[in-house]
């Protein structure tokens, strides 16, 4: 089998990222997820998001970013035919130095409270559930959500 690599998510990669977010269970695309929005994550957020590549293959990919105070992850996802051979915690390890780099020292996700593979998957990376935090969302009007 080919060695994964784990490369800096490129603009050219938001078609494949879709398709591959698309077809994995518990990933929530929105119209946030345009690819339009995506390359301006990337712009504002230059070098901290991955993807993961078994030769021509993406098998993985992390969108990664912060605020200047906090860190967050966003759809982090690896192939269902990839899984369980530490790609996954190579995304992580990847946005996490990254994130440290730019000074960041506490990085946040959000994950749908009935996905239970994904909190045993981000719990074994060391993330804390937070019960005593509520999320709260609104649409802003006008804006197409």
């Not at 390359?39 to 098998?59: C, D, E, K």
Request: hydrophobic fraction near 40%; charge should be neutral.
């Amino acid at each position: 089998m080919a060695e994964i690599k784990i490369l800096e998510f490129d603009p050219d990669h938001i078609d494949l990222a879709l398709a591959l977010w698309k077809s994995c269970e518990g990933i929530g695309l929105s119209a946030a997820d345009e690819p339009s929005r995506i390359r301006g994550y990337l712009s504002r957020n230059p070098g901290i998001s991955f993807t993961a590549w078994q030769g021509a293959n993406l098998v993985g990919a992390v969108l990664c970013g912060h605020d200047g105070r906090r860190g967050f992850l966003h759809h982090l996802a690896v192939h269902p035919e990839y899984r369980r051979r530490g790609i996954g915690k190579l995304l992580v390890e990847r946005c996490h130095g990254a994130l440290h780099q730019e000074g960041i020292d506490k990085v946040h996700i959000f994950v749908y409270a009935k996905n239970l593979k994904a909190l045993e998957f981000w719990k074994a990376q060391n993330y804390i559930p937070r019960d005593e935090l509520v999320l709260l969302s609104a649409n802003i009007p006008g804006i197409e959500n």
